[in-house]
């Protein structure tokens, strides 16, 4: 769906982007990680055909940005950080008026008005200026502009920036109803959000990409062991026999117990949960809760983002 080869942009003298390659398929959510200044605005708006690289290739669905980037630009839908909205129109009038600005008949436009309104919860809001919806039904706003003309590839620059817990989780459930319909590309420095969200991560570091994957992949590549705790409830020591067989457990302690419910830390030697819920199930004790209780994921991304040459937290002086 999406190849990248060799992509380089400079402001002037300073190097946003150095050489990024990357490849993703069809249909998949995709969150670019990084800190502030990593490059993901700028990969993202190239991707979105707003600018151009300084070198190297971009193809979405087989279309060059730089030969075809009127015929790419039509096939992707766009959220920049600040949605670009007119606050002295309807809801219903602007997503109307966008459609048709994108090529698409009358008829069409208001018909699939309607169906993103639905699809974003912005319909019972259809007759309300713009300027009076809060922060959060105005980034629903944004991604309903971005699916309006049904494009292969819709690009969302941090799109949970500012919202508050609730519209967090609802607008983390909107993203993921985009999965299959379209290809998603997300940029966020919020570790937590992307990793409930996406189906793979790509992360950024001084304009390169230094790691993409499941989020099970890019812990392995920093940080290869993964601690569970495994609540169960009735036959403990039957389910610790049984998760002491599997190959991917390391070990298998008591942390705490709670009348019949024991606490089990499980540590692994590599990915293994699926496993380890089922050998409990199998073992005739009950399941009461399966959780990480490391921050691996989180370590193996400070370790990907640190400048190059800086000590990590067990070299530094104290």
Request: charged share 25%; with cysteine.
């Amino acid at each position: 769906m999406i190849e990248v080869r060799g992509l380089t942009k400079f402001y002037g003298p300073v190097a946003a982007l150095r050489g990024m390659d990357l490849s993703i398929p069809e249909g998949e959510i995709v969150g670019f990680l990084g800190l502030n200044g990593a490059g993901k605005s700028t990969a993202l708006k190239i991707l979105a055909g707003h600018l151009l690289p300084t070198a190297g290739s971009v193809t979405v669905g087989g279309v060059d940005l730089v030969a075809q980037p009127e015929r790419l630009r039509a096939s992707i839908g766009f959220l920049p950080e600040q949605p670009p909205l007119y606050g002295e129109m309807q809801v219903a009038g602007f997503l109307q008026w966008l459609g048709e600005l994108r090529g698409l008949k009358r008829a069409v436009a208001r018909q699939r008005t309607a169906e993103v309104m639905a699809q974003t919860g912005l319909d019972r809001f259809a007759a309300r200026p713009v300027e009076t919806l809060s922060l959060g039904y105005r980034k629903r706003l944004g991604i309903a502009q971005a699916i309006l003309h049904s494009p292969r590839l819709v690009i969302l620059d941090e799109p949970i920036s500012g919202l508050d817990p609730v519209q967090i989780v609802q607008m983390r459930a909107l993203i993921r109803s985009l999965r299959g319909e379209h290809t998603v590309l997300i940029s966020s420095h919020i570790l937590p959000e992307v990793q409930e969200t996406c189906d793979q991560l790509l992360v950024l570091a001084e304009g390169r990409v230094v790691a993409h994957g499941t989020e099970e992949e890019l812990r392995a590549l920093v940080a290869p062991s993964l601690a569970l705790e495994v609540e169960v409830r009735g036959e403990s020591a039957a389910a610790i026999a049984a998760i002491e067989r599997l190959p991917e457990v390391h070990a298998v302690t008591e942390a705490r117990r709670r009348g019949e419910v024991v606490a089990l830390r499980v540590d692994l030697r590599r990915e293994g949960r699926d496993q380890v819920a089922r050998a409990v199930v199998e073992s005739g004790a009950s399941l009461w809760g399966l959780r990480p209780v490391d921050n691996a994921l989180e370590a193996a991304f400070m370790e990907m983002v640190r400048p190059q040459g800086a000590p990590n937290d067990r070299e530094a002086t104290p």
